[in-house]
C-alpha cells in the first residue's frame, strides 16, 4: 500500500489528538466511559514522548497511530487505532507489523521476553485474528457492569465494618489510609502470582512495578480514585488481607480498578465483603453505573461478580506473545 506512509512517533509531533479523541469516544461509548480515565497517562506519555511507535499519515492528517513502551523485557502495545475514514485498508496491519519488526526481528536491539497488548481496539473488525496471525495469544476479557440504586433513607453508610469469614475468621473492613500503599501492593503481588492474570499483567508480580501501580491509581492515573470507596480488608491486628480499588470517572459512574485477597484468604467471603461494601457506599454517594474488567476464565472473579450484581456489558482481547528463546540464550551486549 502506498498511502499512509509510517512515520515514527519519534519524529513527529504530539498531533493526533484528534485520533486520540475519536478513540476515547468510540472505545467508552462501546465499554464504558471508564475507558477515558485510563487513557490519561496514555495522552500524557505520548506528549511527553515516553511511548515508541509509528503513525500513519494521510496527507497532513493522522490516520492511524501504534504505541508501545518496554520496561524489564516486557513490551506493552497500549494503542492501536485507525481513523474511521481510514479502516478496512490494512493500517492497523502495517502498524502492528511495523512495530513487531522493531521488536522481534531488529537485530541491533535486544528482543523482549514478552509482548502483551490490551488495547481495547474498536476500528478493527477482527481483532482476535489479527494478532492470533502474528503469533499472538488471546485471551478473552470482559466488561462487567452494575446499576446501583441510591438508597431511598439518607442512612449515612458506615465506613469501616466487622465481618467474619465463611470459615469463622474475623476480619475488618475499612476505607482507604495513604499507609496502605506498601501493604496492598504486597496483596496484589501475592494475589496475581496464583492468579489466571498473572501472565497478561506481570507488572503486578514484581514489587517496584506493583507499587508504582498503586501508587498511580490513588493518584489518579485511572480517574479521580475514591479512598471513601475503596475498601481495604484487614485481620483484627491490622495485617492487610484484601483491597478493592475504585475511582470515578463521570459523574455518577464509578470503575473497580482492582480487586485482590491474599491466597490464604481466598473463597472465604473477603472479595464479596469488599464489592459488596464498596458497592453500597458507591450508591449512597449517587453513583448509578459501575464497571470493571475481567478475564473470561477468572472463575473465582466472575462468581464475586456475578453474585454482586454484575452482567456482562462487553468483550474485548488481551494479547501475550512470548519469546522461544531463553532470556540466557540472547546475546547480550557486554
Ligand atoms: C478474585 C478474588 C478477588 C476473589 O476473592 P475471594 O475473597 O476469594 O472471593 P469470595 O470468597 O468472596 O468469593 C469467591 C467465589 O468464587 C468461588 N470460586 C473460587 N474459586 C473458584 C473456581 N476455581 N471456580 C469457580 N468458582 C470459584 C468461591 O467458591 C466463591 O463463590 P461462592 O461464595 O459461591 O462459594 C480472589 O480470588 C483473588 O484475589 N484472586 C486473584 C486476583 C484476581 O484475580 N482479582 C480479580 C481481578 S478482576
Known amino acids: 500500500m502506498s498511502g499512509f506512509p509510517l512515520h515514527p512517533l ?24 471508564f475507558v477515558r480515565s485510563l487513557m490519561r497517562p496514555l ?20 490516520a492511524g497511530i501504534v504505541a508501545y ?21 490494512g493500517v492497523e496491519e ?44 488471546v485471551v478473552p476479557r470482559l466488561i462487567m457492569r452494575t446499576t446501583l440504586v441510591r438508597p431511598a433513607t439518607r442512612t449515612r453508610m458506615p465506613l469501616t465494618r466487622d465481618a467474619i469469614s465463611r470459615d469463622g475468621r474475623p476480619f475488618r473492613l475499612r476505607g482507604w489510609q495513604a499507609a496502605d500503599v506498601r501493604p496492598i501492593t504486597e496483596v496484589l503481588r501475592r494475589a496475581n ?12 508480580l514484581d514489587p517496584e512495578q506493583a507499587g508504582a501501580a498503586v501508587r498511580g491509581i490513588a493518584a489518579g492515573s485511572c480517574g ?37 485477597v491474599a491466597p490464604d484468604w481466598q473463597g472465604r467471603g473477603v472479595g464479596t465483603a469488599l464489592v459488596a461494601r464498596a458497592l453500597d457506599l458507591l450508591a449512597s ?32 482481547g488481551s494479547y501475550s506473545w512470548t519469546s522461544e528463546v531463553e532470556s540466557s540464550d540472547i546475546h547480550r551486549p557486554a
Open 43 to 62: 495522552v500524557k506519555g505520548l506528549a511527553a514522548g515516553r511511548f515508541e511507535g509509528y503513525v500513519a499519515q494521510a496527507g497532513r492528517r493522522t
Open 193 to 204: 502470582g496464583s492468579s489466571v492474570d498473572r501472565d497478561i499483567y506481570p507488572e503486578l
Open 94 to 137: 502495517r502498524l502492528l507489523d511495523a512495530t513487531l519488526a522493531d521488536l522481534r526481528d531488529d537485530p541491533a536491539r535486544l528482543p523482549p521476553r514478552r509482548i502483551l497488548s490490551e488495547a481495547m481496539m474498536v476500528s478493527h473488525s477482527n481483532q482476535d485474528a489479527l494478532w492470533a496471525n502474528r503469533r499472538f495469544s
Open 10 to 33: 519519534s519524529e513527529v509531533g504530539f498531533r493526533f489528538r484528534p485520533l486520540l479523541t475519536e478513540y476515547g469516544t468510540e472505545a467508552g461509548e462501546r465499554f464504558g466511559w
Open 224 to 260: 479521580r480514585f475514591d479512598r471513601r470507596c475503596t475498601g481495604v480488608a484487614t485481620t483484627p491486628d491490622g495485617t492487610s488481607i484484601g483491597v478493592v480499588l475504585c475511582s470515578r470517572c463521570r459523574p455518577g459512574e464509578a470503575f473497580i480498578v482492582e480487586v485482590a
Open 285 to 316: 454517594r449517587g453513583v448509578s453505573d459501575v464497571s470493571l474488567g475481567v478475564t473470561r476464565a477468572n472463575a473465582a472473579a466472575l462468581r464475586l461478580y456475578e453474585r454482586t450484581g454484575f452482567w456482562c456489558a462487553g468483550e474485548f
Open 69 to 89: 513502551a518496554e520496561y524489564r523485557g516486557t513490551a506493552r502495545i497500549s494503542l492501536l487505532h485507525v481513523g474511521h475514514e481510514w479502516r478496512n485498508r
